[in-house]
């Protein structure tokens, strides 16, 4: 049996794990159809805690219902796509004298150059109006989902929020779901332009219990006939710290030389898994995030990979030789960034597990050392 982690970004997992309540709401409201709660939501969390694979399972729900689905990213062109692939689900589904069978679709990156075309010169929401229509006909309706929203352009925004308002007050079957980063969603929604978002379902997405990992390790183990006690089920569910992302490397990694190994999860095979999934972290996902960061954001880190736990916020200023208040610039970039998160009044820690490990064994951890050390 092939290999069923899936530690890449996006990628579906094998089991979602502690998303079902979830699922649910949006289960729920999609089949209520048009005004129900769950139609406007936001997905927030850190980098790796799951908001792509989140949306992926809404569209699975909405297509199940027999919606029609366009899935995006905030990327610039964002309404020009949204634009063409309304326009081409309309001229399937609202042209077509025979009126084609509804189904559940999800639209990739549509032809925009055919659609653009034969734009009509009408504006998109005119399309829209007719396709939420025709589908309310059909009992079903439509669902748009726009991924990293944080990196959304305003005038984009504007739009999308002015023509999905606008379809919600007139009652047509119509669903946004969004997904992006906590701070920067925060932001997004205290914008004056994005008041009717504030209205939106907001979903903050945690790591998974240790429990809801093992019994999905267990499971996913069992299905390809690995085999694992119980004590190794649960030392492996230790070490994702329920963070989704080292959930499948550790599950990847793990799996992997237990397949060298005869089928058989062993004390080594299980270590030997670990430290790769470990290391494998830190070169993705770590290693990007903190590439990513300013050299002030780099420093707070450092500073914080001092502590063993969480770092009270008015120790790091001092660490980093600065006022409180200059330092909280740095702390917002960085919550902007789900890098750190806020773990009760004053103290911050870092969003994603084993960043501190990867900081300490940084050359520059080193080398601020005799900078940073208070004690
Ligand atoms: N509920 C879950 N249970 C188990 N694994 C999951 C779950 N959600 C996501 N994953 C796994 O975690 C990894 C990261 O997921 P995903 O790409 O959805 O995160 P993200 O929050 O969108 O990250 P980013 O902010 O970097 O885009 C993937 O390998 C995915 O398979
Ligand atoms: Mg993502």
């Known amino acids: 049996m092939k290999n069923p982690f899936k530690p890449t970004a996006g990628a579906r997992p094998p089991l979602v794990i502690g998303r079902e309540?979830?699922?649910?709401?949006?289960?729920e409201s999609v089949e209520n159809g048009a005004g129900a709660p769950g139609l406007l939501a936001i997905f927030s969390g850190p980098r790796g805690i799951g908001k792509t694979v989140m949306l992926g399972s809404v569209e699975d729900e909405a297509i199940e219902h027999g919606w029609i689905v366009i899935s995006e990213t905030a990327i610039p062109g964002l309404v020009r796509r949204i634009d063409a692939a309304v326009r081409a689900a309309s001229g399937e589904f609202v042209d077509q004298p025979s009126g084609r069978r509804i189904t559940g679709i999800t639209l990739g990156p549509v032809g925009v150059q055919t659609q653009l075309a034969?734009?009509?010169?009408?504006?998109?929401?005119?399309?829209?109006?007719?396709?939420?229509?025709?589908?309310?006909?059909?009992?079903?309706?439509?669902?748009?989902?726009?991924?990293?929203?944080?990196?959304?352009d305003r005038v984009d925004l504007v739009e999308v929020a002015a023509v999905i308002q606008h379809m919600i007050?007139?009652?047509?079957?119509?669903?946004?779901?969004?997904?992006?980063?906590?701070?920067?969603?925060?932001?997004?929604?205290?914008?004056?332009?994005?008041?009717?978002?504030?209205?939106?379902?907001?979903?903050?997405?945690?790591?998974?219990?240790?429990?809801?990992?093992?019994?999905?390790?267990?499971?996913?183990?069992?299905?390809?006939?690995?085999?694992?006690?119980?004590?190794?089920?649960?030392?492996?569910?230790e070490a994702t710290g329920g963070y989704p992302f080292l959930i499948q490397l550790v599950g990847y990694h793990v799996w992997s030389?237990?397949?060298?190994?005869?089928?058989?999860?062993?004390?080594e095979s299980l270590e030997?898994?670990?430290?790769?999934?470990?290391?494998?972290?830190g070169a993705?996902?770590?290693?990007?995030?903190?590439?990513?960061?300013?050299d002030i954001d780099k420093s707070y880190l450092l500073a914080m990979a001092v502590d063993d736990g969480p770092s009270k916020t008015s120790v790091i200023a001092e660490r980093l030789g600065v006022?409180?208040?200059?330092?909280?610039?740095?702390?917002?970039?960085?919550?902007?960034a789900g890098a750190i998160e806020v773990v009760g009044h004053g103290y911050v820690d870092f969003a994603m597990p084993?960043?501190?490990?990867?900081?300490?064994?940084?050359?520059?951890?080193?080398s601020q050392a005799h900078l940073l050390s208070d004690q």
Not at 121 to 127: D, F, L, N, Q
Not at 196 to 220: G, I, Q
Not at 284 to 294: G, H, I, K, P, R
């Open 323 to 336: 006022s409180p208040v200059y330092a909280g610039q740095y702390r917002l970039r960085l919550l902007a």
């Open 118 to 152: 034969d734009v009509e010169h009408r504006h998109w929401r005119h399309p829209l109006t007719e396709l939420l229509k025709r589908l309310r006909d059909h009992g079903t309706g439509l669902m748009i989902t726009i991924d990293e929203i944080h990196a959304i």
């Open 284 to 294: 993705t996902v770590l290693q990007s995030a903190y590439n990513s960061l300013s």
């Open 169 to 237: 007050r007139e009652d047509l079957p119509i669903a946004l779901m969004l997904a992006g980063l906590p701070k920067a969603v925060d932001d997004l929604l205290n914008d004056e332009v994005s008041t009717f978002l504030r209205r939106a379902e907001k979903y903050d997405l945690h790591k998974a219990t240790l429990s809801d990992v093992a019994a999905a390790l267990r499971a996913t183990f069992d299905e390809g006939s690995i085999s694992i006690s119980e004590l190794h089920v649960r030392h492996l569910a």
């Open 21 to 27: 309540e979830i699922r649910q709401d949006i289960a």
């Open 257 to 267: 030389q237990a397949v060298r190994n005869g089928g058989r999860v062993t004390a």
């Open 272 to 281: 030997a898994g670990v430290e790769k999934a470990k290391r494998r972290m």
């Open 354 to 366: 084993t960043f501190r490990e990867f900081l300490r064994a940084s050359p520059a951890f080193d």
